[in-house]
């Protein structure tokens, strides 16, 4: 799979999981809604991935290790809370940021022996 499908993979996850996070909360907060703009911002990177510009993969590759970081502390207070629910939603959205930052960094690695071998 290309590095592009994996990140809008990767964005839908975090869309639709912080989506769930926050409408299934009894106490919902805005922070939960905070992977869904990021999902919606690397949404919005999808076509200068797709046509491989350089600057916006490496600006979503960092917003997706951002992200990747991030959801760490949320998941630890989920097993905290022992919310299964919520470490199961964490958890699927690390799962995709890490599935994408590896298929960007292939894609780097690949482009650079590209490079080399012309």
Do not use: Q
């Not at 799962?95 to 894609?107: H, R, V, Y």
């Amino acid at each position: 799979m290309k590095s592009h499908n994996i990140s809008l993979v990767s964005s839908l996850v975090l869309i639709v999981m912080s989506t769930w996070g926050y409408l299934s909360s009894e106490t919902p907060s805005v922070t939960a809604l905070i992977p869904l703009f990021f999902g919606v911002i690397l949404i919005l990177c999808y076509p200068g991935i797709k046509k491989e510009n350089k600057i916006i993969a490496h600006i979503a590759v960092s917003l997706t290790l951002l992200v990747f970081l991030a959801l760490f502390m949320p998941l630890k207070g989920a097993f905290g809370r022992e919310d299964n629910g919520a470490a199961l939603r964490i958890f699927i959205m690390i799962t995709g940021a890490a599935f994408s930052l590896f298929g960007f960094i292939k894609s780097f690695i690949n482009a650079r022996k590209a490079r080399e071998n012309n």
